[in-house]
């Protein structure tokens, strides 16, 4: 952002020169093959696809974009709007209603009044846009497909693109153009700046410095109101493009994305090419691995997971009866307060209205009535006294013997399935394919795994009551099995390899499991005690060492694993022993007494 504001400033007294950039959106056919003919010879060129929303199934594309040097592109539009009823958002309804602004009247306050939305009335009504047609007569919208397919499959410049797995699927959904093929016979013919943006920086995952073509672009000047085409088109409302802007101002847009990804590749090319650290090749890695990486997840996408329909809605059934009973026994319950004395009869019974998904409603009888004290520093909230977590009702259960607590976990256990995946499964499931296809990506974490979401499937129970009836939503298409595999805690055997670890290395020769390892010199236990067999009342401590451990691998801050050690009676000399006096400092690889880690 500073290096934005420097930017504009010094451009605004007129030191810089903005410079101008040449877009242009192509209306004949002749234009379109030249065009096509020119990326032919040239030896490298970024593309950019723009489309009626993310489901390549169900969707249409908009256009494709191409550009060959810095501030230059082209559009080639593919289907249009002829009228658009929808030019702006309403922030009444945050629908798809016309939105206006009173004329220059103010009120008593001084403050601009707005009309009320002419077309929803503040009710979400919504009118409709001309429908969409193909900007081209039939021979003409043929050619230029067999033309890209051409192209793509026939030039030997350097294909680029910002998250190339999007442009993938659509393009083979649509066109015909399989892009895995094309890497397969040469991977240094396709490049992905997104994956390169996440290879160079993995931190720039978390949300705090995106990785993504418009927080990329911002060190350009010239392309930063670009963006602002989204702004006009509601969070909720469809994610398309040509319901609230011309076919032109689209295709300025594209070719702006695609300038600026051929901005990001030509810097990006030079440096990966320096790139040897300790004489490893890295231009050679991105290349071959990293690249492979995407197109293998993309055919994940692309083929999807067969759903069954009617076990889909058993394991819906069966969620939400359990859950309705588990409230009926929450609610016919009577719950004593924390710290009662011995031998009264106080006890308490919920509100007829009691809500266990409502937050408030929780507090107002945990805190209010029985009295539990408040945790502090759970994962999710650090500094709240009052939270109502996972984490927190753990501990009520572990340590003050809570049964309110008990069943509200209990409850929350069963109903994540309804929430987080089977609510999810049904939303996602397509009408087209009778499958999910989740979004796979390589860049979605900063510990190298992939992020899935859409549905969220890596959420599935593995054990436990609901692992069967949750897994029997999938199934394998005819002819095929469902295969599942883990790795066993494989982060802490690199660790161990990689630092040539003792401890670590010694601990996995002997067959011990590191968690509990860990568990056992945090609570000073004999790991024997932590087989979750022979004692599982004492599962939770091997909880926390798990936590412990990938704090340690992923440089997590004491602030993690400090609060739950704290309220589990680990004395305060243990606490600063393994992780440091000051819970402020990211926890530093060290070797304790034990050597551990």
């Known amino acids: ?293 995407l197109f293998f997840v993309g055919a994940m996408h692309q083929n999807g997971i067969p759903v069954n329909v009617k076990n889909l809605e058993l394991a819906r059934e069966k969620v939400i009866g359990t859950c309705l009973e588990i409230v009926d026994r929450i609610k016919a319950a009577t719950f004593t307060p924390y710290e009662a004395p011995v031998g009264s009869n106080l006890a308490y019974k919920v509100p007829d209205d009691f809500n266990p998904n409502s937050v408030v409603h929780l507090r107002n009888f945990i805190f209010n009535k029985l009295k539990l004290p408040g945790v502090v520093g759970t994962k999710k909230e650090p500094k709240k006294k009052s939270s109502t977590g996972g984490d927190a009702l753990e501990i009520w259960v572990n340590q003050y013997g809570s049964d309110f607590a008990k069943i509200i976990l209990e409850y929350r256990l069963v109903d994540i399935h309804r929430k987080n995946l089977i609510s999810q499964v049904e939303r996602m499931l397509n009408p087209v394919t009778g499958c999910v296809h989740p979004d796979i990506k390589v860049w979605g974490t900063e510990t190298g795994r992939l992020a899935v979401s859409n549905p969220p499937l890596h959420g599935m129970p593995s054990s436990g009551q609901w692992a069967k009836v949750v897994r029997s939503m999938f199934q394998a298409p005819d002819g095929w099995l469902l295969l599942g595999a883990d790795f066993s805690q494989i982060e802490l055997r690199l660790i161990g390899w990689k630092a040539n670890c003792k401890a670590l290395l010694g601990a996995y020769a002997k067959g011990l499991d590191m968690h509990s390892y860990t568990a056992s010199l945090l609570f000073n236990l004999d790991i024997e005690k932590l087989d979750k067999k022979k004692y599982p009342e004492n599962s939770w401590m091997r909880q926390i060492g798990k936590t412990a451990n990938f704090a340690w691998c992923y440089c997590g801050s004491p602030q993690v694993v400090i609060p739950l050690l704290g309220n589990a009676l680990v004395p305060d000399e243990i606490i600063r022993e393994k992780f440091g006096a000051d819970p402020k400092d990211k926890m530093k690889v060290r070797v304790p007494q034990e050597d551990l880690l």
Not at 14 to 40: C, F, H, W
Not at 74 to 101: A, M, N, Q, T
Not at 113 to 128: E, F, L, N
Request: include cysteine; charged fraction near 25%; glycine fraction near 8%.
């Open 1 to 293: 952002k500073r290096n934005l504001e420097f930017a504009l400033n010094t451009y605004q007294q007129g030191s810089l020169e903005i410079p101008k950039n040449d877009y242009r959106v192509l209306a004949t056919l002749d234009e379109v093959i030249s065009m096509l003919n020119s990326l032919q010879e040239a030896p490298a060129w970024s593309f950019d696809l723009e489309t009626t929303g993310l489901d390549q199934f169900t969707g249409k594309i908009l256009g494709i974009g191409f550009s060959t040097s810095p501030h230059t592109g082209f559009y080639i539009p593919i289907h249009h709007r002829e009228s658009l009823s929808l030019p702006h958002v309403c922030d009444l309804c945050h629908g798809l209603g016309k939105y206006e602004i009173s004329p220059e009247s103010d009120d008593e306050n001084g403050v601009v009044q707005k009309k009320r939305c002419p077309v929803c009335k503040g009710k979400g009504a919504t009118t409709k846009a001309s429908e969409l047609t193909k900007f081209w007569d039939g021979p003409s919208y043929r050619r230029i497909g067999e033309r890209l397919q051409q192209l793509f499959t026939t030039s030997g410049a350097v294909k680029i693109a910002h998250n190339i797995q999007f442009e993938s699927k659509w393009m083979f959904r649509h066109w015909g153009i399989n892009l895995e093929s094309l890497y397969k016979k040469n991977p240094y013919l396709l490049w992905d700046t997104q994956m390169y943006a996440y290879f160079r920086d993995p931190y720039t995952s978390d949300g705090s410095r995106s990785i993504s073509l418009g927080a990329l672009s911002t060190r350009y000047v010239d392309l930063v109101t670009l963006k602002s085409i989204w702004d006009d088109v509601p969070s909720k409302g469809p994610h398309d493009l040509s319901l609230y802007h011309s076919t032109e101002k689209i295709g300025s847009y594209c070719a702006g994305d695609c300038d600026a990804t051929i901005r990001l590749f030509t810097e990006y090319s030079a440096e990966l090419k320096d790139w040897k650290p300790d004489g490893h090749d890295q231009w050679k890695f991105f290349h071959e691995r990293l690249m492979g990486n």
